[in-house]
């Protein structure tokens, strides 16, 4: 999934976002309490209605354009554009959810050029090449209840392979031993087909990324030894890294960093360390044609991380063509990433709006970049 653009108003607090459009590399800068994070966090959102359920807890209305590829694995792919707009109305209680807030959607569309997929005013429900269409609970997208039915199920797979504000939350959550017996039964040959299937089925998961590392380990070594040298190349003293049995947490399995012939157990290993294994991995294990939204991208990463972290990330949207959304305030992640590729975010009386850096004529040159992005900062204060 290629995210093209995305608007969102929210009719509860009045906050909006004007429409943003996004390239392959987006570096969302601006001071605090832009609105950078916020954009991040709805567009997580939405990928959660869309594709676990999750009830709208707000009136408000969204519309996102994106891409979907017919082969997200492959290097070169055809894709299609879609447009999705859901609305919500009033506040009404879920059955048996009295405390849960939930609004009802009061209209939803799918689009590509003139073709409509489905369309939805109030109670009336129209999808293409369906006579009969059965009762739809107001508070759930049709593309979640539709979900395994054809072309839904593309759309959200692809939905699920975006690597989201929350993902990035329990990305190492200690992992229970039964979820790694089912994870061990995915794997009954070792056809090579067969293996790279079944990773990229991790992708589309909310599991830790452990559970891809382990994977990897265990079946496509060649993959998990081009990311071990990544993280070697920050971490030298770095041998292996593996899942371990927790002797913190009874009956799970922890990230384990190998140091010296030792076993670090992720609660004792540095959050800087933690950081760029986990950001390597992203890199190296998830598919391409995809987007992966980091917010505040410097966060626990030291002086030696940042330049190999920044490079990759460019290596990857480059010549892999995954997606970046980014949200960063350190000066030299911001002068790592080229200038066209900045989206300048403000936000005046709950209004967040975007503009690309070459039009309020940034970066001149290299060295005034930065400077440039500060005093116009400064001007947006007045």
């Not at 070169?76 to 609004?103: C, M």
């Not at 380990?217 to 371990?244: A, C, N, R, S, T």
């Not at 790592?336 to 850096?357: E, R």
């Amino acid at each position: 999934m290629f995210i093209n653009w995305m608007a969102y108003e929210n009719k509860t607090t009045g906050q909006k976002i004007e429409r943003l459009n996004f390239e392959r590399m987006n570096l969302l800068v601006g001071p605090s309490a832009a609105g950078k994070t916020q954009i991040l966090k709805v567009l997580s959102d939405f990928l959660q209605v869309a594709v676990y359920g999750q009830a709208i807890p707000t009136a408000c209305h969204f519309q996102i354009g994106f891409q979907m590829s017919d082969n997200p694995y492959a290097a070169e792919d055809s894709t299609k554009s879609f447009v999705w707009e859901i609305e919500t109305g009033s506040r009404y209680s879920l059955q048996g959810e009295n405390d849960k807030p939930a609004h009802q959607i009061v209209k939803e569309q799918l689009t590509s050029g003139e073709e409509t997929f489905f369309s939805r005013h109030e109670q009336e429900i129209r999808i293409k090449d369906y006579d009969r269409i059965p009762a739809i609970a107001k508070d759930k997208s049709i593309l979640y209840v539709f979900q395994g039915n054809r072309p839904f199920d593309r759309i959200t797979q692809d939905m699920r392979l975006v690597s989201s504000f929350y993902k990035q939350g329990n990305a190492f959550e200690p992992i229970p031993v039964k979820w790694m017996n089912d994870l061990a039964d995915l794997f009954p040959t070792k056809e090579e087909p067969a293996r790279r299937s079944h990773i990229h089925m991790l992708a589309e998961s909310i599991l830790p990324i452990g559970a891809d590392i382990h994977i990897a380990k265990l079946h496509m070594p060649d993959l998990y030894d081009d990311f071990l040298l990544d993280v070697q190349d920050v971490f030298p003293e770095i041998e292996g890294i593996e899942l371990v049995s927790s002797t913190v947490f009874t009956g799970k399995y922890v990230l384990g960093v190998k140091i010296d012939g030792r076993d670090i157990e992720q609660q004792n290993v540095s959050s800087g360390m933690l950081r760029t294994i986990w950001i390597f991995a992203l890199l190296h294990f998830r598919c391409r044609h995809t987007t992966i939204l980091f917010d505040e991208l410097e966060n626990s990463l030291g002086i030696n991380c940042l330049d190999s972290v920044v490079e990759r990330i460019r290596l990857k949207a480059a010549e892999e063509g995954t997606q970046f959304i980014l949200t960063s305030h350190h000066p030299y992640i911001i002068n790592q990433i080229p200038v066209n590729d900045w989206l300048l975010i403000s936000q005046k009386k709950g209004v967040i709006t975007g503009k690309k850096a070459a039009d309020v004529g940034i970066g001149k040159t290299s060295r005034e970049q930065f400077v440039d992005l500060l005093n116009y900062m400064l001007r947006q204060k007045r």
